[in-house]
């Protein structure tokens, strides 16, 4: 094997899956998760996420690759001797036991002693805010009750890897805010190395020490929140994180006396692109920015671009502005709440130049200014 097998942490080396028909559902992956991190698998359904997430926990077989986890090959090692804990979107609660059975069973499973098992019991309820509870039934909780036991009982055994398949989905958004609270803050106490999937980025973006976005089956980027927000890799990455999206458009570079200038439809933005090499610029080109970058700015500035307000999103907090204009792509900015701007009003906006991205058109990557 290429990679030196470490202690500690995950590796997860060249894993393939296949299913019959040819599905290709996971390809190549590459990953070293370091211990006690908290790691988000994001992406849009069936990105492979989940299938990943499954073959860890030894759910899924692995077509080809390795998974090492504390330093040892696990790929034909049964999930329940690989000091694992899951926990599910639809919590697999016992309905007839009591929420301190529940949490005790996985002990149960493993002959601890009792006067271990309700210690244990004891603590993690506490810590969840379930010691009230502990005689009440799953069917007599909230939804947020009912994921706290989930979680409860997956810590109580105190394992190596914690595993959570988008545990929140079922909540309403203020609960899902709290529980993403409880989760992070608990993680950080016990230290424990945790996997969390999702198809929300705002999860992913608020709860990850690390993101990895994925999309049909391949590692799109692995890195910090902020990382993949302010240097996304490719087009898909660039478009998928991020609330609203990205602005991305077709554009070319061309010059006018000895200053290159970006395309955004008929307008000309000045830009340098001293540290691209120029063969990369003669192939098709993309270019984005985030909504944030864009200012407004008054008609007589250098570089303005005269708009017109299409449609208003107010949050309370801020303003998403969708504007349109003659010969110039639809663009969307973010304002701040006192914005006085209507419907159809005109207004002129400068992009930050130092904040545009420009990507290949074909294959996707981006191209570092």
Same mark, same amino acid.
């Given at each position: 094997?290429?990679?030196?097998?470490?202690?500690?942490?995950? %590796?997860?080396?060249?894993?393939?899956?296949?299913?019959?028909?040819?599905?290709?559902?996971?390809?190549?992956?590459?990953? #070293?998760?370091?211990?006690?991190?908290?790691?988000?698998?994001?992406?849009?359904?069936?990105?492979?996420?989940?299938?990943?997430?499954?073959?860890?926990?030894?759910?899924? *077989?692995?077509?080809?690759?390795?998974?090492? /986890?504390?330093?040892?090959?696990?790929?034909?090692?049964?999930?329940?001797?690989?000091?694992?804990?899951?926990?599910?979107?639809?919590?697999?609660?016992?309905?007839? /036991?009591?929420?301190?059975?529940?949490?005790?069973?996985?002990?149960?499973?493993?002959?601890?002693?009792?006067?271990?098992?309700?210690?244990?019991?004891?603590?993690?309820?506490?810590?969840?805010?379930?010691?009230?509870?502990? #005689?009440?039934?799953?069917?007599?909780?909230?939804?947020?009750?009912?994921?706290?036991?989930?979680?409860?009982?997956?810590?109580?055994?105190?394992?190596?890897?914690?595993? /959570?398949?988008?545990?929140?989905?079922?909540?309403?958004?203020?609960?899902?805010?709290?529980?993403?609270?409880?989760?992070?803050?608990? %993680?950080r106490e016990l230290g424990v190395?945790?996997?969390?999937?999702? =198809?929300?980025?705002?999860?992913? /973006?608020?709860?990850?020490?690390?993101?990895?976005?994925?999309?049909?089956?391949?590692?799109?980027?692995?890195?910090?929140?902020?990382?993949?927000?302010?240097?996304?890799?490719?087009?898909?990455?660039?478009?998928?994180?991020?609330?609203?999206?990205?602005?991305?458009?077709?554009?070319?570079?061309?010059?006018?006396?000895?200053?290159?200038?970006?395309?955004?439809? #008929?307008?000309?933005?000045?830009?340098?692109?001293?540290?691209?090499? *120029?063969?990369?610029?003669?192939?098709?080109?993309?270019?984005?920015?985030?909504?944030?970058?864009?200012?407004?700015?008054?008609?007589?500035?250098?570089?303005?671009?005269?708009?017109?307000?299409?449609?208003? #999103?107010?949050t309370g907090r801020e303003v998403?502005?969708?504007?349109?204009a003659s010969g110039i792509p639809?663009?969307?900015?973010?304002?701040?709440?006192?914005?006085?701007?209507?419907?159809? =009003?005109?207004?002129?906006?400068?992009?930050?130049?130092?904040?545009?991205?420009?990507?290949?058109?074909?294959?996707?990557?981006?191209?570092?200014?």
């Amino acid at each position: 094997m290429e990679n030196e097998v470490r202690a500690g942490g995950l %590796q997860i080396h060249k894993v393939n899956k296949w299913y019959p028909g040819n599905v290709h559902a996971v390809i190549n992956m590459d990953m #070293e998760i370091e211990q006690g991190e908290f790691i988000v698998f994001v992406g849009p359904s069936g990105c492979g996420k989940t299938t990943l997430l499954r073959m860890i926990a030894g759910l899924e *077989g692995i077509s080809s690759g390795e998974i090492i /986890m504390d330093g040892r090959v696990v790929n034909k090692v049964p999930p329940k001797n690989r000091d694992i804990a899951m926990v599910f979107q639809n919590y697999a609660l016992y309905p007839n /036991m009591k929420v301190k059975n529940n949490i005790a069973f996985p002990l149960k499973m493993r002959h601890t002693k009792k006067q271990e098992t309700a210690a244990r019991v004891a603590e993690v309820a506490k810590k969840l805010e379930l010691d009230t509870l502990l #005689e009440r039934k799953p069917g007599a909780l909230s939804g947020g009750q009912r994921q706290r036991v989930a979680l409860a009982r997956s810590l109580v055994r105190r394992p190596k890897l914690f595993l /959570m398949d988008e545990p929140l989905a079922n909540l309403d958004a203020k609960l899902r805010t709290e529980m993403r609270r409880e989760i992070i803050t608990l %993680q950080r106490e016990l230290g424990v190395t945790t996997i969390y999937v999702t =198809h929300d980025q705002i999860e992913a /973006m608020t709860m990850g020490t690390r993101i990895a976005v994925m999309n049909c089956g391949v590692l799109q980027q692995f890195g910090t929140p902020q990382e993949i927000y302010q240097n996304p890799a490719n087009l898909f990455v660039a478009g998928f994180i991020g609330s609203p999206n990205m602005n991305i458009w077709d554009t070319r570079i061309v010059s006018y006396h000895a200053q290159q200038f970006l395309t955004l439809g #008929e307008a000309h933005i000045p830009i340098d692109i001293s540290g691209l090499p *120029g063969e990369q610029l003669q192939e098709p080109l993309k270019a984005g920015i985030r909504p944030e970058h864009i200012e407004l700015t008054s008609k007589n500035e250098p570089g303005a671009i005269r708009m017109e307000i299409n449609l208003l #999103e107010n949050t309370g907090r801020e303003v998403a502005v969708f504007l349109v204009a003659s010969g110039i792509p639809n663009l969307t900015i973010m304002t701040n709440a006192d914005f006085s701007g209507q419907i159809g =009003h005109e207004i002129y906006i400068r992009l930050k130049q130092e904040k545009i991205h420009i990507f290949n058109g074909e294959k996707g990557h981006a191209l570092r200014l």
